[in-house]
Nanobody
Framework: QVQLVESGGQSVQAGASLTLSCSASQRYYNAYTLAWIRQPPGKGQEFVAGINWSGDDTLYGDSVKGRFTISRDNAKNMAYLRMNNLKFEDTADYYC????????????????????WGQGTRVTVSS
């Protein structure tokens, strides 16, 4: 069982930058596709960004493309989400998720594709 722990969420002003971190407990984490998925208050889940096991393939949601960057450090069992030029509409609970059912090559947008989830970290952006 992979345990994922997110950190880095906080309240910031619009235009600020923030980096979220995701720490994984399992040694085989390196073989999994990872994603950041968010849920704004009162709304459904939204795919933010995903990265394959090697880090050479990434995918972004349209609303964050060009502002957010996903990365991973397999030696440390860590993943990151660098968020620049934050907007009010980025306010959400951000979840780190892993897909252990695939071979780690494919990045999927559907939240249902990910079978391991962290508890989430809250980002609040004030305008």
């Amino acid at each position: 069982q992979v345990q994922l722990v997110e950190s880095g969420g906080q309240s910031v002003q619009a235009g600020a930058s923030l980096t979220l971190s995701c720490s994984a407990s399992q040694r085989y984490y390196n073989a999994y596709t990872l994603a950041w998925i968010r849920q704004p208050p009162g709304k459904g889940q939204e795919f933010v960004a995903g990265i394959n096991w090697s880090g050479d393939d990434t995918l972004y949601g349209d609303s964050v493309k060009g502002r957010f960057t996903i990365s991973r450090d397999n030696a440390k069992n860590m993943a990151y989400l660098r968020m620049n030029n934050l907007k009010f509409e980025d306010t959400a609970d951000y979840y780190c998720a892993a897909d252990s059912r695939d071979e780690g090559d494919v990045v999927r947008r559907e939240p249902s594709a990910y079978n391991h989830w962290g508890q989430g970290t809250r980002v609040t952006v004030s305008s």
